[in-house]
């Protein structure tokens, strides 16, 4: 992990992934950094002038990710993140070391956002069922 001092957490939001570009990491230069929260994606790009561009999860529509012949060889690849409403591609995370692993990481957090976790349907199944008997106790006194 990097120095972030160009990132504002919320109160609970934390730090998940981190990464540059391979070539950056290479050459040592740092214009580009990639973020993943527990709230969503962040991209920053610049030294001197800076442009951070934030997703959150509940906007994320598809993910993707593609390697090139080097990029299997040496373990790096491009994710794609396009958001509903958004007219294609609306952040790159480019040249990343296992990309497959950070679209999982992405996935997974997309999913216990739009409540998709174990726990979560679990919760929603138990409350659905407490709201049925009492529909039903309800209809019995009727």
Avoid at 39 to 47: M, Q, S, V, W
Avoid at 84 to 102: K, L, N, Y
């Amino acid at each position: 992990m990097t120095d972030f001092d160009w990132l504002s957490l919320e109160k609970d939001e934390e730090l998940l992934w981190s990464g540059r570009p391979k070539i950056q990491k290479i050459i040592g230069i740092g214009f580009t950094d990639y973020v993943v929260t527990s709230e969503g994606l962040y991209r920053k790009n610049g030294i001197f002038s800076r442009s951070v561009q934030k997703i959150g999860f509940e906007k994320v529509q598809n993910i993707s990710f593609s390697q090139g012949v080097l990029g299997k060889k040496f373990g790096y690849g491009n994710i794609e993140i396009s958001t509903a409403g958004g007219s294609g591609i609306e952040m790159r995370f480019m040249s990343i070391e296992s990309p497959r692993e950070v679209q999982d990481l992405i996935n997974k957090r997309i999913k216990h956002e739009k409540g998709e976790s174990p726990q979560k349907k679990a919760d929603q199944t138990e409350l659905l069922q407490n709201i049925l008997k009492e529909i039903k106790e309800i209809n019995n006194k009727i």
